[in-house]
């Protein structure tokens, strides 16, 4: 096939056929299944033109019939890679409102696992019949052990690596431990022109690894529907946080009522299964129960994780984050967690968050442990995401 045939045929496979697209092409064999599971989903109306062998009828729609959507969700995976039959499941559970037939065992079984979907089983946990339970919950750890693969190394070694940092010392023991920027940035005044150096009269350096605690972080996650996928990560970067000693974590989820799920951090898939995506948000509720959370405010970091869509009493909201960092809590409020692009959000809120040093800004889970280790170095965060998040 030459190369403006292909050209030709990927035009068709994107305009769905008949004699408005202007292609002329027909498709047979496997371009004509693949055609048919792309029109299933996203043909206008349910049908498209005529060619290729059988007159390339596209007729979208997969109806109600179990074994139909089996059958789809068995093409998409044999035509598509793994990320493009993911975005064409999460298109056909919101156009052709698959969610009764995503309750049966056999269909759990047939998808491919990824985020949204995850989310999608956690709304409708409370209305899931038992038989489709454990398919779902085995299709959730399957998310969550790639999610924890991917991304606990990483932030284990970041969180690591800002501890050790963060505890300085004047009398470090091995030259390796000399903070060399900051000795030299202490000695300034020590500068010797004639002989170009500085003589360092005073050592920092880093100090060793403390076995005893040294953060507390309250991950506060909101639970309303347009927060599923930030539930999601959030839930598996407790559990690695949870998992270091140095750290004391907590985790608390709400929407109109909060729910400390603090003691199920050891697996986060019972993280997921206690929550309750959807329903309102009381805010001011769910940053009253965190601050109570906390003990030692200098050395605590609170962050909060939502849309700032507040329907409990704004201004108290408000004044109770101001008690927080006036005590020394480094608050961070995190508009999403997740790979979904801009987030919508309550600018006014925001706003109101960030004139007070409180930076309000969505964060992708690659960059969130480096965003861990800038809070507990306490650099100034607003900087680190201007540096490290893109807009």
């Known amino acids: 096939m030459s190369a403006a045939d292909e050209r030709m045929r990927r035009w068709r496979l994107v305009l769905g056929g008949g004699p408005a697209d202007g292609t002329g092409c027909g498709l047979e064999g496997v371009d004509a299944r693949m055609d048919a599971a792309l029109a299933a989903v996203y043909d206008q109306g349910g049908q498209g033109g005529q060619g290729g062998e059988d007159g390339d009828r596209r007729q979208g729609g997969l109806g109600a019939s179990a074994p139909r959507v089996a059958r789809w969700l068995g093409d998409i995976r044999t035509y598509f890679p793994s990320t493009v039959v993911q975005v064409m499941q999460k298109d056909a559970i919101e156009k052709l409102n698959l969610i009764r037939l995503l309750l049966e065992p056999e269909m759990l079984e047939a998808v491919e696992p990824d985020v949204h979907l995850v989310g999608t089983l956690l709304a409708l946990n409370k209305v899931m019949p038992d038989q489709a339970r454990e398919s779902a919950r085995a299709l959730v750890r399957k998310v969550v052990a790639e999610l924890e693969r991917r991304l606990a190394q990483k932030t284990r070694a970041a969180v690591s690596g800002a501890l050790d940092r963060s505890a300085r010392t004047h009398r470090p023991k091995r030259v390796a431990d000399i903070d060399w920027d900051r000795t030299i940035r202490a000695n300034l005044k020590n500068y010797l022109p004639d002989r170009n150096t500085v003589v360092p009269s005073r050592l920092v350096g880093y100090a060793r690894r403390q076995r005893s605690v040294q953060r507390e972080v309250v991950l506060c996650i909101d639970q309303s529907g347009s927060m599923a996928a930030s539930v999601v990560y959030s839930s598996v970067f407790g559990a690695v946080l949870a998992s270091m000693r140095s750290l004391k974590t907590s985790l608390v989820v709400f929407d109109t009522a909060v729910v400390d799920l603090t003691d199920q951090l050891h697996d986060p898939v019972e993280v997921l299964f206690g929550t309750q995506l959807g329903g309102g948000t009381d805010i001011n509720r769910a940053v009253a129960y965190g601050q109570g959370l906390i003990s030692r405010p200098a050395n605590s970091i609170f962050i909060l994780i939502s849309d700032l869509y507040e329907g409990g009493i704004r201004q108290e909201m408000l004044r109770r984050v101001a008690a927080m960092t006036q005590a020394g809590v480094q608050v961070i409020v995190l508009l999403a967690l997740s790979d979904e692009g801009a987030p919508f959000y309550d ?28 809070a507990i170095e306490r650099r100034d965060i607003a900087r680190w995401a201007e540096r490290h998040i893109t807009p």
């Open 347 to 374: 600018h006014e809120n925001a706003a109101a968050l960030a004139a007070m040093g409180v930076p309000a800004f969505a964060c992708t889970p690659d960059a969130f442990p480096g965003l861990m280790a800038a």
